[in-house]
């Protein structure tokens, strides 16, 4: 737990003037974390508490906010039926991510993590979706899910199939899948990446030993990697729940949270009020809203998964 | 595990330096712009005081965007004092980097508008200089060289703050083939007439109408058109000034109007999640009859088309009348561009945009096909035929309806976009939409 070990050899050199050692370094370390600081605060806190402020009246971005409304933006928001649709939609996500497209990655993790040849090829495959950029992605897949069969690739094959054309985009009961099927191509790869790196920190001692003990293939799984993996999948749950409740760009560029609605999620709701009806005080409190789920989240799962590390003994 | 969270702190702070250096940068630049300027001119020894003209416009593409440039050069030239800053954005950043300024009372003294709601909104905000008396000056000589009804939409209580440079309509665009491999010999002048043509074509086995309905706004123009015919200019200024409501039988009617044709399925699959280029494409591609569109059809058709040509026989009809409504079938919904004028501007500001209204700069922004002139006699530059068909239908109009998205407030266009939505999706009832569209106005009046 020592942050500058090397301080601490050079003990023995006699300090130049009378400085107290201990203050030093921590004037250092101010110092080395104020420039980070100041924009932490510039950028981060200090629109925070812009945003309660702005999110108590009734605002439209020109001149001074003057329309006090206290905490009914609050109150509309959480008795809206579209808002509560967007929270919905966004337990969907979290629960398909978590479900399908997080073992998905362990699988493919795994896989791709033995001595298998063009291991690294289908490793690169497999992160590549998570390289392009959001809207690249939106946009392409868009193409790809384009109802037209002369047009839209995945109707294209349906149609060879002997299927009906499917409206991807355009039926109200199927988009958000459509949509969740775009995500987990698009993330899937940066979670494997995630345990790839878990995988490796696993040392093949372990994994032997348990052979040697007659341990087969799905016990090791079971019983030593999947443990011993815990604190990867901990920081994966805990990246792929924050990243559907803030899910935005792909949503809005494939479908603006519709038709009517039907793929809303929480940020194209904010959007959709701060942005495209400017309507900023009511953006700004669904905004806070979704802060406090996201903070809310964030301390409840840093309490509920304190669990012994069993790599490093933490 | 601790080497690891250091690792990652490290690497946030040199992150954070980063972003410290790109925002020191960022911000010297200007400063070490202006001297620079300052300097250049003190030689020329220009009598007159230096004065910077800021222009913010969402031409991104060319040919507008050169010929703006060199009618600013042009203007630059002739008038060596005055300096234009042109700023281009494009369309949604413009948007929200208006917005930003305009918080902290900063506003560019010549900037893109629609006119309308929003425009009332910055002229309620104190933002937009009164230029009335510049427009009557001279017995009211620039004032005379636009066409009125483009005019007003940049006005408010007789008072204008703003002038167009651009203004066309919505109408149907149809494929001549496809109308004639239905049978279809004349288009339709009623509403009924309409129908039973959606009907023709699909008896045809071709899909009538093109549409990219989760745009919203694509579809809601053939409610707010219906709304029109039925109701006249005097349904919706009711609505608007309160005197009347959005849940008025004439809006209502639309709606019912609008479930008889969506209940027909006119409509190409998928056009729920289609957004308008995907509904352009539709139609540039040949593959519907007809879609309900604006002066910009032509050109987005070709860019959207397979074959980058779009459809051969493109014609254009106006919205059909119905049967027993207030409203004539010359009436028009549209809308279009100007420029509107910042608070701090200075006469040279709207000297400037005197001459890019003159006459000259008009025909130029005709030629090139940018939009369809709003200055008497410069629609002689017109070429394009389609956009002639536009601007001899517009000619033609005794009333002026700007489109409801753009004449109401931003976040009434949502509702109302939003809510007509729901009908094509076949959730709500004609009744129910026009409640919703009320409720919201209520709110928002």
């Known amino acids: ?314 | 595990m601790t080497r690891k969270i250091f690792s990652l702190i490290s690497v946030l702070l040199v992150a954070a330096l980063f972003l410290t250096a790109c925002g020191a940068a960022a911000a010297a630049e200007p400063a070490a712009e202006a001297p620079a300027a300052e300097e250049a001119e003190a030689p020329a020894e220009a009598p007159a005081e230096k004065v910077t003209v800021t222009w913010w416009h969402i031409s991104t593409k060319d040919p507008a965007l050169s010929d703006w440039q060199k009618m600013a050069d042009d203007y630059m030239a002739a008038h060596p004092n005055v300096n234009i800053e042109i700023t281009v954005l494009e369309n949604e950043a413009f948007k929200t980097k208006l917005t930003t300024v305009m918080q902290s009372g900063e506003v560019p003294d010549i900037f893109q508008s629609w006119g309308g709601g929003t425009l009332k909104e910055q002229i309620d905000a104190g933002l937009l200089k009164d230029i009335t008396a510049d427009l009557d000056a001279d017995g009211g000589a620039w004032r005379d060289t636009f066409a009125p009804g483009a005019l007003a939409v940049f006005s408010a209580d007789g008072k204008n703050y703003g002038v167009p440079w651009d203004m066309g309509m919505v109408g149907w665009w149809y494929n001549k083939d496809l109308f004639a491999q239905a049978g279809i010999t004349k288009t339709p002048t009623t509403w009924t007439e309409f129908l039973e043509d959606v009907q023709l074509l699909k008896d045809a086995g071709i899909t009538p109408i093109s549409l990219g309905e989760g745009d919203t706004w694509t579809g809601m123009h053939i409610w707010s058109y219906l709304a029109t015919r039925i109701g006249g200019e005097a349904a919706f200024t009711a609505a608007a000034d309160r005197s009347g409501s959005f849940a008025d039988p004439a809006f209502v009617q639309a709606g019912v109007e609008l479930k008889k044709l969506i209940d027909m399925k006119p409509f190409q699959d998928g056009f729920l999640g289609a957004n308008h280029d995907e509904m352009q494409a539709t139609f540039g591609n040949g593959k519907a009859a007809m879609e309900l569109s604006g002066q910009w059809a032509p050109s987005v058709q070709r860019a959207n088309a397979a074959d980058g040509v779009g459809v051969a026989n493109l014609g254009m009809f106006n919205f059909p009348a119905v049967e027993g409504g207030a409203g004539d079938v010359t009436d028009v919904i549209g809308g279009g561009n100007g420029f509107a004028i910042g608070k701090d501007a200075e006469p040279e500001a709207v000297d400037f945009v005197k001459y890019l209204t003159s006459k000259e700069n008009q025909t130029i922004i005709a030629a090139s096909g940018t939009g369809i002139p709003v200055v008497k006699g410069a629609e002689a530059g017109l070429t394009d035929p389609n956009l002639l068909l536009v601007q001899q239908s517009f000619a033609a109009a005794n009333y002026f309806q700007l489109y409801y998205d753009q004449l109401l407030p931003s976040a009434m266009g949502g509702i109302i976009n939003d809510s007509v939505q729901k009908l094509f999706a076949g959730t709500a009832t004609p009744e129910e939409v026009a409640a919703e569209i009320e409720a919201g106005a209520k709110e928002q009046f």
């Open chain 1, 1 to 314: 737990m020592q942050f500058f070990p090397v301080a601490q050899s050079r003990e023995p050199q006699k300090n130049e003037a009378d400085f107290p050692r201990k203050l030093k370094d921590r004037l250092v370390i101010v110092l080395f974390l104020l420039p980070a600081l100041v924009l932490f605060i510039t950028f981060v806190i200090y629109p925070i508490f812009r945003s309660i402020y702005f999110s108590t009246f009734n605002w439209k971005g020109f001149g001074p906010a003057v329309d006090y409304v206290g905490l009914d933006n609050y109150r509309k928001i959480l008795t809206d039926t579209v808002f509560l649709k967007a929270i919905k939609n966004v337990l969907i996500i979290i629960t398909l991510s978590l479900g399908l497209q997080l073992p998905l990655a362990l699988i493919l993790a795994v896989m791709v993590g033995r001595d298998l040849p063009g291991r690294s090829v289908f490793r690169t495959i497999f992160f590549l979706p998570y390289v392009l950029s959001e809207v690249n992605t939106a946009i392409m897949w868009m193409l790809l899910y384009n109802a037209d069969p002369e047009r839209g690739f995945l109707n294209a094959i349906m149609t060879l199939l002997g299927l009906q054309p499917v409206a991807w985009l355009a039926d109200m009961n199927i988009v958000i899948y459509a949509i969740f099927f775009t995500l987990t191509w698009k993330y899937f790869g940066f979670h494997m990446l995630l345990y790839l790196t878990g995988l490796q920190n696993i040392p093949k001692e372990i994994e032997e030993a348990a052979r040697i003990d007659g341990a087969n293939a799905v016990q090791n799984f079971f019983r030593i990697t999947l443990p011993l993996l815990s604190s990867t999948l901990k920081t994966s749950v805990y990246m792929s729940i924050l990243g559907s409740i803030q899910q935005f760009i792909i949503v809005w560029v494939m479908t603006r949270g519709g038709p009517v609605n039907a793929s809303e999620t929480m940020a194209t709701y904010m959007y959709r009020y701060g942005f495209v009806r400017f309507q900023l005080g009511y953006g700004s409190a669904v905004a806070i809203i979704m802060f406090l789920f996201c903070m809310i989240f964030s301390l409840l799962y840093q309490a509920l998964t304190r669990k012994p590390d069993y790599l490093t003994g933490l």
